[in-house]
């Protein structure tokens, strides 16, 4: 009996799943205040799956308004945004930067859990930001600081 070479095995690439964000901003007289969600240990930004047939704006949009309550926004850097490199099986979340004057944040309810997916939020300083989030979501950060410390004369 001849027995067969195994056969090379193929690696099938990972669907990318995009997730659509916005970075809060919002300046008082501690300076720029950040908003932060935390589920279980994990602190980030207001994101969440773009659905099918929705623009990542939109997506964004819907997702800072579910998880958080806020629907004013100011896009006042334009509608430029920062994406990550795949984590988490093949997840790529773009976040865009906006400005709010809302302070009070509202977890929403995830009509698929019954609950809240977020355990807490906080309006933080950068360095708390910094302090608190992971590396992935720290990129996020710096590209945000940098968007907003950047000179109005310079869009690029």
């Known amino acids: 009996m001849t027995q067969r070479p195994p056969r090379p095995r193929r690696r099938r690439r990972r669907q990318r799943t995009l997730s659509a964000g916005v970075i809060p901003v919002r300046f008082a007289e501690r300076g720029r205040l950040y908003l932060l969600l935390r589920a279980f240990q994990y602190w980030d930004f207001p994101k969440g799956k773009v659905e099918t047939g929705e623009e990542p704006l939109e997506a964004a949009r819907r997702e800072v308004q579910e998880e958080a309550g806020i629907t004013e926004l100011s896009f006042r850097w ?9 984590y988490a099986q093949g997840k790529v979340a773009r976040y865009y930067l906006a400005e709010t004057t809302t302070r009070r944040v509202v977890l929403g309810i995830n009509p698929e859990l019954g609950r809240p997916e977020h355990h807490e939020y906080r309006w933080v300083t950068p360095a708390e930001a910094y302090r608190l989030a992971s590396p992935r979501v720290r990129e996020v950060l710096d590209w945000a600081e940098a968007r907003i410390t950047r000179p109005v004369h310079d869009d690029a």
């Open 78 to 86: 334009g509608y430029h945004y920062f994406e990550t490199g795949p």
